[in-house]
């Protein structure tokens, strides 16, 4: 992201999200001071398409509307729109972009995606952070369309980039208009009120999640089950591969099948509880774990290092192993399968594979090479 001189801020997903619908809906406004021009950057495919009504009226009222995206082909925008291939390890694809700009009006959204999640989110998607700025000043967004035009150059057509120029020539050639800070300030206004609703709601969300848990389990942090981890994975709603890495820690706990029966079920509810303990210890408040079959658990730990998570698992089998000295008669023992993944939804199927082979070979801890689908080694 170019340095403008204005300071950037920490925006969270759910905030750029009301400050984009702001500049869309504000380009879209009935107004005599054309030419328009609207440069978006939306990092990946299912993000455009929730918004692909909107630029499709964008389109036919500006003289250039740029839509670019991380895709294999030069994807399918909307008719009068230009599309952008982005590759996944350019820069440009860390950008979340909206510049709307007239010879008049003004106003930009530009931020990078840190590839991390806000502690107390909710959801991994609405927590996502950026560092960015967002402005309702047509110099401000003059200075992005300047800067967008000669990054995107060897990518667009001429009619795109003669419209553009058009418009640049023509805003040089005006003053800016009055009153746009006042402007400003009633939208940041809006937009900070939005937010702490999204906030108190947020709050009524862990409280049903909280209440849902059963009883046996209430206490333990971050345990959540099946319908809660769609809920706060995305799966429920808009979510795409490629953005936020996600470590998963798949965990077979295993014991003498006998355990139970011998020491009563009352005893295995506590020895439970232990296990759920171990797996719980030092979890970040952004962390999850969720059970997904028998004597099986899944971590999931947004923005970790594959380090990191290794570290958790071998911390993991050690303090199972630990659990003898309070339980004498039952020695446990975990197998850990190691991976971190940008997938959407969550590789759940490959992580349960995975400790199959890892139990049949007597692996305690393996690790999956990055996004891959091979035999852990």
């Known amino acids: 992201m170019a340095d403008s001189g204005r300071p950037t801020e920490r925006l969270n997903k759910r905030t750029m999200v009301e400050v984009s619908h702001a500049?869309?809906?504000?380009?879209?406004?009935?107004?005599?001071?054309?030419?328009?021009?609207?440069?978006?950057?939306?990092?990946r495919a299912p993000y455009f398409e929730r918004e692909r009504a909107v630029y499709g009226r964008i389109a036919a009222q500006s003289v250039t509307t740029v839509i670019g995206l991380v895709a294999d082909q030069p994807p399918?925008?909307?008719?009068?729109?230009?599309?952008?291939?982005?590759?996944?390890?350019?820069?440009?694809?860390?950008?979340?972009?909206?510049?709307?700009?007239?010879p008049r009006f003004g106003a930009m959204l530009v931020a990078h995606d840190r590839e991390e999640v806000a502690p107390a989110s909710t959801t991994l998607e609405g927590g996502r952070l950026f560092d960015g700025?967002?402005?309702?000043?047509?110099?401000?967004?003059?200075?992005?369309?300047?800067?967008?035009?000669?990054?995107?150059?060897?990518?667009?057509?001429?009619?795109?980039?003669?419209?553009?120029?058009?418009?640049?020539?023509?805003?040089?050639?005006?003053?800016?208009?009055?009153?746009?800070?006042?402007?400003?300030?009633?939208?940041?206004?809006?937009?900070?009120?939005?937010?702490?609703?999204?906030?108190?709601?947020?709050?009524?969300?862990?409280q049903l999640d909280a209440a849902r848990r059963p009883a046996a389990e209430s206490g333990l942090t971050g345990l959540a089950d099946e319908a809660a981890v769609r809920r706060w994975t995305g799966m429920d709603g808009t979510t795409a591969s490629g953005t936020l890495p996600v470590a998963l820690v798949g965990i077979r706990v295993a014991e003498p099948p006998e355990a139970p029966e011998r020491l009563g079920r009352r005893s295995a509810a506590r020895e439970l509880q232990a296990v759920l303990q171990v797996l719980t210890a030092g979890l970040r408040p952004i962390d999850r774990v969720t059970r997904f079959g028998e004597g099986d658990f899944l971590l999931i730990m947004p923005a970790l290092s594959a380090e990191d998570a290794l570290q958790v698992a071998y911390r993991i089998g050690k303090d199972l192993g630990g659990l003898a000295g309070t339980y004498p008669f039952v020695q446990f023992s975990g197998t850990c399968v190691v991976a971190v993944t940008r997938r959407r939804p969550l590789p759940v199927d490959q992580i349960r594979r995975a400790l199959d082979w890892a139990v049949a070979q007597g692996v305690p801890v393996a690790a999956l090479p990055p996004e891959s689908d091979t035999t852990p080694a």
């Open 76 to 102: 399918a925008v909307p008719d009068g729109a230009y599309p952008v291939r982005l590759a996944a390890t350019e820069e440009l694809a860390r950008e979340w972009t909206v510049v709307a700009l007239t």
């Open 133 to 206: 700025r967002w402005h309702f000043r047509r110099d401000d967004a003059l200075h992005e369309l300047v800067r967008l035009r000669r990054a995107l150059a060897d990518r667009l057509p001429p009619p795109a980039l003669a419209g553009i120029d058009d418009t640049l020539t023509r805003v040089r050639d005006l003053p800016a208009t009055p009153g746009e800070s006042r402007t400003e300030a009633a939208v940041r206004l809006l937009v900070s009120r939005i937010g702490r609703n999204l906030d108190r709601q947020d709050d009524l969300c862990r």
């Open 23 to 43: 500049i869309e809906r504000a380009a879209l406004a009935a107004a005599e001071d054309g030419p328009l021009v609207v440069v978006a950057m939306f990092q």
